[in-house]
């Protein structure tokens, strides 16, 4: 339901329950204490003032404007208007107006309420019924009490209009970080879903290298030297089962409803069904992965100088991958006589890893700035836990380097 609708129905419910007796009660006191001739408008002034409260929030200065037209009419009928129990309308439809209206209207709506309650004090000393009881009331405090009831009324109507827009800024605010929280959420998947991408891009590429390497060797082998093809063909399914496992890992996180968990899988495979992921690859798994390479042909150097130092997991995936894509690289575009150099170099403030190949590009051309996909997916890897990574060509070869200081833990 609209607010403003909302709104109204619950005036109209206040107006008939609260104001219907009020009403009541001052229709009788005017017919009782005063001819009908005098009654009649006084009691239609009362009808339509309590009516008009009915749009005191969905129109406040329309009804702020019909009461006040309302007392003109009451006023002009009898000042004993002001002992009726209805005379309570007005500082409620000031008050409603100091809570709902704009403020262009807050200096002209005080001004007008406080010359009607100077004239309808005037109104009700100088009434004919109220000087023939011998009454004679001192103006001055009339008028000073009706002044104090609407300043008052205005006052509590602009204290309640700053409750209410103190109310707005919260709900204001707790929606903007509903919607700040949703959008990290989102970016929080979106980037999940890169890093994903990323590594199944160098799980399956690394692979298929390895797997199209093999297979190329081995339909020479197997005429000539049907034992070492046997060899290849393990090689080929052992790669194989490896990067099946690893890709129903990632592609397991796409499905599961919570980060690091993976959905049981159907059927009764080989793997069977897996609850969660397995650890990411780090430097403990480098020299399976020489190891790997390896087989596929590739003649492959590991070098490694100074003291092992900590780094953090996720610098450790990120060298692992870097090492990876470029060994991938190498064995698709380094030709066939290409060898392979692996460095580690534990400085005193941070780990050099150098990757170099040489032997030629196999004719194939090479992006001199790294800028494809793989060496934007490793520089993005090395930079995201707070290293840095070069890549060109380096003479007949290709040289990849990447810097990581041992505050990358902190960083990652």
């Known amino acids: ?40 408008p006084l009691g239609l002034g009362v009808l339509i003032a309590h009516a008009a409260l009915a749009a005191r929030r969905t129109a406040p200065l329309a009804s702020y404007g019909v ?32 809570v709902h209206a704009a403020r262009r209207a807050a200096a002209p709506g005080l001004a ?60 204001e605010r707790t929606r903007q970080a509903a919607t700040e929280q949703e959008e990290r959420a989102r970016r929080a998947v979106l980037d999940e879903r890169t890093r994903i991408a990323r590594d199944m891009h160098d799980v399956i590429a690394h692979s298929l290298s390895v797997i199209l390497s093999q297979a190329k060797g ?9 034992e070492r093809a046997a060899e290849v063909l393990a090689t080929i399914e052992n790669v194989g089962r490896l990067a099946l496992t690893d890709t129903r890992g ?32 780090g430097l403990r798994d480098l020299l399976q992965l020489l190891d790997r390479v390896r087989a596929a042909g590739l003649t492959i150097s590991y070098h490694e100088e100074g003291s092992a130092r900590r780094v953090s997991p996720g610098a450790e995936l990120a060298v692992f991958r870097t090492v990876q894509e470029s060994l991938t690289n190498t064995v698709k575009h380094a030709g066939p006589v290409a060898r392979a150099e692996v460095r ?69």
Do not use: H
């Not at 709104?7 to 001819?35: E, Q």
């Not at 007008?112 to 309808?120: E, K, P, Q, R």
């Not at 899988?265 to 992921?277: K, L």
């Not at 194939?364 to 840095?388: C, F, N, P, W, Y």
């Open 112 to 171: 007008v309420a406080a010359v009607a309650a100077v004239l309808a004090g005037l109104r009700f000393v100088a009434d004919p019924s109220v000087t023939a009881a011998g009454l004679r009331p001192n103006p001055i405090p009339v008028c000073g009490l009706l002044l104090a009831t609407v300043v008052a009324a205005w006052s509590f109507g602009l204290y309640r209009r700053t409750q209410l827009a103190y109310l707005a800024l919260l709900e």
């Open 67 to 98: 009461v006040c037209v309302a007392f003109a009419l009451q006023a002009a009928a009898s000042g004993l208007f002001l002992i009726l129990p209805s005379a309570l309308v007005f500082p409620v439809a000031v008050y409603s107006l100091g």
């Open 344 to 412: 580690f170099n534990w400085t005193r403030d941070s780990l050099v890893v150098t990757v170099r190949d040489r032997g030629g590009r196999g004719g194939r051309s090479v992006d001199s700035k790294g800028t494809g996909l793989g060496l934007v997916g490793m520089r993005e890897r090395i930079t995201a836990v707070g290293g840095s990574l070069s890549a060109g060509l380096d003479g007949a070869g290709f040289l990849v380097t990447a810097r990581l200081p041992y505050d990358v833990e902190k960083a990652a």
């Open 1 to 40: 339901m609209p607010r403003w609708r909302q709104a109204t129905r619950t005036d109209l419910l206040l107006a008939i329950t609260a104001g219907a007796p009020v009403a009541a009660l001052s229709l009788y006191m005017a017919f009782v204490s005063m001819p009908v001739g005098r009654a009649a």
């Open 218 to 226: 081995g339909q020479f082998l197997v005429r000539t030297e049907p």
């Open 250 to 281: 990632l592609l397991g996180i796409l499905r599961s409803p919570e980060p690091g968990r993976v959905p049981a899988q159907g059927g009764s495979g080989e793997n069977g069904a897996r609850e969660t992921r397995e650890p990411q690859p």
